[in-house]
Structure formats: structure tokens, C-alpha cells
């Protein structure tokens, strides 16, 4: 069984249509990706699949329950998790409060509640914080642990975002262009990481413009133009379609966000 299915998603903006009749599956432990030019609608699934935005049709379905609609914090206790399309860390706590954040719901909004209410148990901190370094340690950032996260490298933080959303458990991980503003050696160490994660059995959508990394890591893409699937395959068999080189304007380069 398919871990995620979308199925005939719309949404509109208005008089835009972000994206129409959007349908495909994700296997379970793969790593999906999700190209398109700029404005295609990528970032709008993602939105629809982890519930920041609401489709205008159509249906989620997560494990072969219906997901449509449902809040964020409910899919992240179901074991969706995200990053954005901006990079979204908080500057001026440490690396690994970042990815405690990320443990809370991990352990559950009872503990969330108990911390905010009544401040956090030795117990129940040391072992969020114990999680947290292991967390940090499994992407090589554990030299930065206690470093304001806005002081770690462009890079770093990308990678620390990625690690507080693996903090929440995820079954499925959504990043949003991960690799954007990396250099060549961050962007093989991301590559790597993703390679990690799926290893772990985590399935990852990867939505990303850089085709070395699509190329490289995907095991299977759709293609997204003007908010409409116009090819899904292996990345060999993507790469060879014609429509979506047109789509692109693609050369032997590749493609051109
Ligand atoms: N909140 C919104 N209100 C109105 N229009 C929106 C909103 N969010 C996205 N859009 C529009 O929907 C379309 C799809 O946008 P989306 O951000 O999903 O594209 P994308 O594929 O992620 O592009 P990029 O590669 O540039 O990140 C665009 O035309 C965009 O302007
Ligand atoms: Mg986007």
C-alpha cells in the first residue's frame, strides 16, 4: 500500500488555479520528488499535504485514512513532517534547542503542556535533550549544539532545520528545496543525509530545482507545470520526456528553474 495518496487535488487562489486535478502515490521509504518551474504549485502541495492550506477538492489519504483538511499539529502527531521553502530555524536559540523543539511532539502535547504550564521535569528534559544531541550527532552538527543556530554556516542551518523536523519522528518528511543557496560540497552532504533518512525508512517528497540532487537521490518524480502533472516516472524516464524538457526550456545542462 501506498504510504501517501493525492488524489484529484485542486486548489484555487482566487482566479488562479494553483493546481488541478493533482493525483499520484508515494511508496513507502522512497524519496519522491517534485519538480516544476517557479509558480508551478509545488510548494502549494506541500502546504495542502502537511494541512497549512486547505485544497479547494480532493483528498489526502495517509496510510488509506483521509487526511484532507486536517490541521498541522494533528498530521505532525501522525508523522508528517516539513521544512520550508525559506529555511524557517529560530536564530537565537541554540542548535539543539532547535531540534528539542522538534521532540515535543515527539513526546506528545501532554508533555508540550506540562512544559509550558508547569516548566520541564529533570526527567522528562534530560531525555528530550539526550534525543536531541543524538539527533544532532546523526548529521554531524553536534560541534554546534550549543551555538545560536542564526551563527552556524547557511548549510549548517539547512541541515539543522532537516534535523528538527527528523526530531518529530516523521514517517513522511516534506522538504522544500533544500539544496537552494548551497554550494557544491553542502549540496552532496544534503544528498547524503537524504540518503540517511530514507535508509532509516523515513519517505521524503523532495521538492527541488537543482537536477544533480533530483537526479541523483530521487526514486521516482512527478513533474509539475502551471499546477498539472505533465510526467511522472524514474528520473531516467522524466529526464528523457519531451514535454517536460519543453516545459523547462531545458538544454543538455538540464533544467532551468
Ligand atoms: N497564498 C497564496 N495566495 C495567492 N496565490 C498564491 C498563494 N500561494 C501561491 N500562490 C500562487 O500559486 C501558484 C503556485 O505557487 P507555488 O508557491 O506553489 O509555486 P512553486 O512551484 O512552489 O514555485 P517556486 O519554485 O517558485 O517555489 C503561483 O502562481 C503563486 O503565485
Ligand atoms: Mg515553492
Redo the contacts with the bound molecule.
Sequence with gaps: MSLLQVKRIT?H??G?T??SDLSFSVEEGKVFGLI????????????IISGF?KATSGNIILQGKSITGCHPHILASRGISRTF?NGQIFGNMTALENVMVGCHIRFGGEFLNAALQTGWSRRQEGEIRQVSVEILASMGLQAWAQEPADSLPFGLQRLLEIARGVATKPRLLLL??PAAGLNREEKERLTLEIARLRCQGITIIL?E?DMDVVMSICDRLVV?NY?QKIAEGTPEEVQKDREVVAAYLGDEDGFH?
Design positions: 486548489k487562489f482566487g488562479l494553483a493546481l516544476g518551474p517557479n509558480g508551478a504549485g509545488k510548494t502549494t502541495l506541500l502546504n492550506l521553502q522544500d528545496e521538492v530545482h509539475l499546477g528553474a
